[in-house]
């Protein structure tokens, strides 16, 4: 199974300051038909995950564009440019490159300082 | 619009069985693959189980191997996960996300959970 390793566990931010999230997968995530299948979620409590990102940068509707997402092969990273108070949550990275089974990261916890 | 409603869950003793549901509308169904995904209160997200749209291929996660079956009726819009053999580590939040279809990649709808107690 392909291990998710996120860094850190636990992100205090300042608000309008920028904040970072990495991720990083046991082998590389680029599947044979040449995309790469890494997700990003945000969970804010109490709700759903939420899907932010999938293969590696696209945004999802409705996603601000202060989130974006950036790597590849076997390193990962989640950007949020200026973090307001809505951001708090839990966010996770997801690969669907080597499945079974679909494996996620232990998440990152971002709470406002 | 896309929503996914999970009901069945409940408090159950270890051992016994329940079966979850999940009720979709706003999209063609039977179109998508359809995924089950649990969270442990307080813990992190752990993929269950996935099923074709057709329903002819599926898989489990090895936690759950041999107990837990995934299924769907697609003239119901109505996805299932039968959870036999249950035990305390089973305790969870159960999400049902929509999965892949051509053009689309999986789990960009959640639903909002229902909860499995497993406790004596």
């Known amino acids: 199974d392909v291990v998710m390793t996120q860094s850190p566990l636990s992100l205090p931010v300042t608000l309008g300051q920028p904040a970072s999230i990495s991720c990083r997968s046991s082998q590389s995530l680029l599947h044979t038909d040449g995309n790469t299948y890494l997700n990003w979620f945000q969970q804010r409590p109490g709700q759903s995950p939420r899907r932010l990102i999938y293969m590696v940068s696209n945004r999802d509707s409705g996603v601000p564009d202060r989130f974006s997402g950036s790597g590849s092969g076997t390193d990962f990273t989640l950007k949020i440019s200026r973090v307001e108070a809505e951001d708090v949550g839990v966010y996770y990275c997801m690969q669907g490159t080597h499945w079974p089974p679909w494996t996620f990261g232990q998440g990152t916890k971002v709470e406002i300082k | 619009q896309v929503q996914l409603v999970e009901s069945g869950g409940g408090v159950v003793q270890p051992g016994r069985s329940l079966r979850l549901s999940c009720s979709a509308s706003?999209?063609?169904?039977?179109?998508?693959?359809m995924h089950w995904v649990r969270q442990a209160p307080g813990k992190g997200l752990e993929w269950v189980a996935v099923?074709?749209?057709?329903?002819?291929?599926?898989y489990h996660a090895d936690s759950v191997k041999g107990r837990f079956t995934i299924s769907r009726d697609n003239s119901k819009n109505t996805l299932y996960l039968q959870m036999n053999s249950l035990r305390v580590e089973d305790t969870a939040l159960y999400y049902c996300?929509?999965?892949?279809?051509?053009?689309?990649?999986?789990?960009?709808?959640w639903g909002q959970g229902t909860l499995v107690t497993v406790s004596s």
């Open positions: 099923i074709w749209p057709d329903g002819s291929d599926k």
């Open positions: 996300a929509r999965g892949y279809t051509s053009g689309s990649y999986p789990f960009a709808y």
């Open positions: 706003g999209f063609t169904f039977s179109s998508y693959g």
